[in-house]
């Protein structure tokens, strides 16, 4: 069966530089929500997006935006990257926004270290 | 405020002894509530959920939980750990409102001995 794709798996950036995290859905889900996990840390919500359009924000930095496109893939883009930025980057899918009984199903993530 | 508390760190069993991994949870409403397990560089992986019905939840790998209301709890547990068990587990609960979002608890890192 089809799983959430994350690209690319692993990153490297400098410092103030800018990147680009890609995520494709599972076919036929319109939802998408975007977690960032710190070493050792929990995983923290980001933001997410229902058809196309935002629909929930969370500790999302002002130098982040994210969009969702026609085909429902998402993009999670950083700009003025900082050291702290380094963790891992999850995408997640579900059905549905609406439907709160709905497993997310999570990505391989993208492991972003800034140097 | 919605949160998830799973109050230890690392969770160490010997394999083929039973094993709990808490959580306690804090939410308005009714809540819905989530195990996901995390293998290293691997993502999250779905457990079991709980909605409605019956406190005991079965879910993969052979994993339950018990949901208590009065305790606002909901444990994981296993009758019998196996080494491949081993792994960080995330208790979380889904915020009742438009978007769904998933609150993660700090998580818990099981080890199982042989």
């Known amino acids: 069966a089809a799983g959430v794709i994350q690209s690319p798996r692993h990153l490297i950036k400098e410092k103030r530089e800018t990147a680009t995290l890609k995520c494709y859905p599972i076919?036929?889900?319109?939802?998408v929500y975007w977690y960032q996990q710190g070493p050792g840390q929990d995983p923290q919500f980001l933001i997410s997006?229902?058809?196309?359009?935002?629909?929930d924000k969370g500790s999302i930095p002002d130098r982040f935006s994210a969009q969702q496109f026609s085909d429902y893939h998402s993009e999670l883009n950083m700009s003025s990257l900082e050291l702290g930025d380094s963790a891992l980057y999850f995408c997640?899918?579900?059905?549905?926004?609406?439907?709160?009984?709905?497993?997310?199903?999570f990505g391989s993530g993208t492991q972003l270290s800034v140097l | 405020a919605q949160s998830v508390a799973q109050p230890e760190d690392q969770v160490n069993v010997a394999e083929g002894n039973p094993l709990t991994v808490k959580c306690t949870y804090s939410?308005?409403?009714?809540?819905?509530l989530f195990w996901y397990v995390q293998y290293p560089n691997r993502g999250l992986q779905f457990l079991l959920k709980?909605?409605?019905?019956?406190?005991l939840v079965k879910g993969s790998y052979g994993f339950e939980a018990e949901f208590n209301k009065s305790q606002t709890s909901f444990h994981l547990k296993k009758p019998s750990a196996l080494v491949s068990d081993s792994a960080l587990y995330f208790c979380?609960?889904?915020?009742?409102?438009?978007?769904?979002?998933?609150?993660f608890g700090q998580g818990t890192t099981l080890q199982v001995k042989p």
């Open positions: 997640a899918s579900s059905p549905t926004n609406r439907g709160l009984t709905e497993k997310l199903f």
């Open positions: 076919p036929r889900h319109d939802t």
């Open positions: 997006f229902y058809e196309k359009m935002q629909s």
């Open positions: 939410v308005s409403g009714n809540p819905y």
């Open positions: 709980y909605i409605t019905g019956d406190n």
């Open positions: 979380a609960v889904r915020v009742p409102s438009n978007t769904g979002k998933l609150i």
